[in-house]
């Protein structure tokens, strides 16, 4: 499908779930015929939560390190994202009439510029009005960042995340209409991903900073209360107290600290 037509981006983070991510594992572990050894950030903790609720990849998988999890988004703190999820509301699958939700095209710079106006939003460091005061980005990483991201999402997506936002559950796209959600889910609400499903054995690592203000950590609590039932000698939890959201990607200090952890981790789960 073409970018330019609408259809292209008429998918959310469900079907990431459903397509995306389990199109990848497939070719992992095609090619290397071995187990998968996870790691995701943000929304890539988002929809591999998702994914192994279902039972899906998990028969791929060796083990997951999740940094900065999204799942419960209720206590996101970021002035400009809880403005944006009271401006989503869901019903506007095509936000000004667009499929394509481009941060750095015209309509979204309008939207985000109108979304700064609100009281106590300051857009003056975008990057910090959406991810919390990252403490530990050096100036060249983040030009360089910025040159490629961020990149486009769908409308529909963004939705979707402020109805996560907003609801407080993990459930699949809510279409706003009954007779829609019925055509699409049997049913008149759309069903929840339930992560209390996700094997109580599989190797989870979770690492999560607090001064993050898209994976709070009280909603980080809210996860891992979710996961109580977890083997204990199957989790390992890291709370760096002065990581922010780009810290976990961008730090200077992220290798020494986060990185090494994860592949020490996966280390003993062989």
């Known amino acids: 499908m073409d970018p330019s037509r609408p259809k292209f981006w008429n998918w959310s983070w469900d079907e990431l779930v459903t397509f995306d991510l389990p199109a990848v594992f497939d070719l992992v572990y095609k090619e290397t015929g071995q187990k998968i050894d996870y790691v995701g950030h943000s929304l890539g903790t988002l929809i591999a939560l998702a994914s192994f ?10 083990s997951a390190a999740l940094l900065s999890p999204i799942a419960y988004l209720s206590h996101m703190n970021t002035a400009l994202g809880a403005a944006a999820a009271r401006a989503f509301v869901g019903e506007i699958t095509t936000l000004f009439g667009l499929a394509e939700f481009n941060p750095k095209g015209e309509p979204v710079a309008n939207f985000l510029k109108a979304l ?20 530990c980005l ?14 486009s999402t769908s409308t529909k997506n963004m939705v979707h995340l402020a109805q ?50 898209l994976s709070d950590a009280r909603d980080v609590d809210t996860l891992l209360d979710s996961l109580k039932h977890h083997d204990v000698d199957k989790m390992t939890v890291q709370f760096i107290k002065e990581y922010a959201h780009a810290d976990f990607i961008m730090g200077v200090d992220a290798k020494d600290i986060v990185y090494n952890a994860v592949v020490s981790f996966f280390k003993h789960q062989h």
């Open 116 to 135: 700064c106006a609100y009281p106590g939003v300051d857009c003056y460091d975008l990057l910090t009005a959406v991810t919390g005061h990252n403490c």
């Open 164 to 213: 996560t936002v907003r609801d407080g559950i993990l459930a699949k796209y809510n279409y706003g209409r009954t007779d829609y959600n019925v055509l699409h889910y049997g049913e008149a609400y759309p069903p929840v991903y339930n992560l209390s499903n996700i094997p109580h054995n599989l190797p989870l690592f979770i690492s999560y900073g607090g001064r993050d203000a």
């Open 53 to 62: 609720s279902e039972g899906r990849l998990v028969n791929q998988l060796k």
């Open 138 to 151: 050096n100036s060249s990483t983040v030009d360089l960042f910025l040159k490629n991201e961020p990149q």
